[in-house]
Each structure stands twice: as structure tokens, then as C-alpha cells.
């Protein structure tokens, strides 16, 4: 059974910055792909960040340049590090994760959050103007 768990999410203003945690159990090997996604009232879910198997990380044009996806293969983590942060990135982020190979912007579709193996429990964002 695949398990994710996040954290660190919370209240900031506008500009602020706030890095996100996932810890993931569950799988027998590294042969995973994880991302994060994020909800924001009234919105449909919508990929944010994404780290392929081959490390290359993908992110949603909002975010680009301003967040940054990192993997620790070793403490089974996925991180977001969110910088200048505004309203409009306030939202419930999701951390899942699916087994196999992963590659280009894939795992940011609607598609992929379809075939995901779980997700965690999501933590809260909000940012203040």
C-alpha cells in the first residue's frame, strides 16, 4: 500500500515563500515518478510540479521560475519550494505518486492525476495580500 504524507503548508503574504514536504512509503524501489498538484476553491485540480524518473522536473507555466521541485531519493521525499508567493497560488497542494517511468510534462496532464497510485491527505496554502 502506497502512502504519502504532506506538510508544511500554511498562512504567508504576498511575496512570502513557504517549502512543502511529501514523504512517500509504500513502494519496493525507486521506479516512481511523484508531483504536486494543487486546488484552489471553485478550480479544478491542476498539475504544479513534477519530477521524472530521470530526475528532469516539469512545472506549470503559473509557477515557472518562481517554484522549485527537488527530490531526495534517499528519505523517500518530494519538496516545493515556493517563492514570491500571491494570492492566486493560494490552494490545498497534494503530493502523489505513481509507479513505472516518467518523462517530459506528462505527470502535470489531468491524464496522469488519473492513473496516480495514491495522494496524500493535501495541505493548506493560503496567501494574503
Known amino acids: 500500500q502506497v502512502q504519502l504524507v504532506e506538510s508544511g503548508g500554511g498562512s504567508v503574504q504576498a511575496g512570502g515563500s513557504l517549502r512543502l514536504s511529501c514523504v512517500v512509503s509504500?513502494?519496493?524501489?525507486?521506479?516512481?515518478?511523484m508531483g504536486w498538484f494543487r486546488q484552489a476553491p471553485g478550480k479544478e485540480r491542476e498539475g504544479v510540479a513534477t519530477v521524472n524518473t530521470d530526475g528532469t522536473t516539469a512545472y506549470a507555466d503559473s509557477v515557472n521560475g518562481r517554484f522549485t521541485v527537488s527530490e531526495d531519493k534517499a528519505k523517500n521525499t518530494l519538496y516545493l519550494q515556493m517563492s514570491n508567493l500571491t494570492p492566486e497560488d493560494g490552494g490545498t497542494y497534494s503530493c502523489?505518486?505513481?509507479?513505472?517511468?516518467?518523462?517530459?510534462?506528462?505527470?502535470?496532464?489531468?491524464?496522469?492525476?488519473?492513473?496516480?497510485?495514491?495522494w496524500g491527505q493535501g495541505t493548506l496554502v493560503t496567501v494574503s495580500s
Open positions: 509504500g513502494y519496493n524501489d525507486n521506479n516512481y515518478c
Open positions: 502523489a505518486a505513481v509507479m513505472g517511468q516518467c518523462s517530459g510534462g506528462y505527470l502535470l496532464s489531468y491524464t496522469a492525476q488519473l492513473g496516480m497510485d495514491a
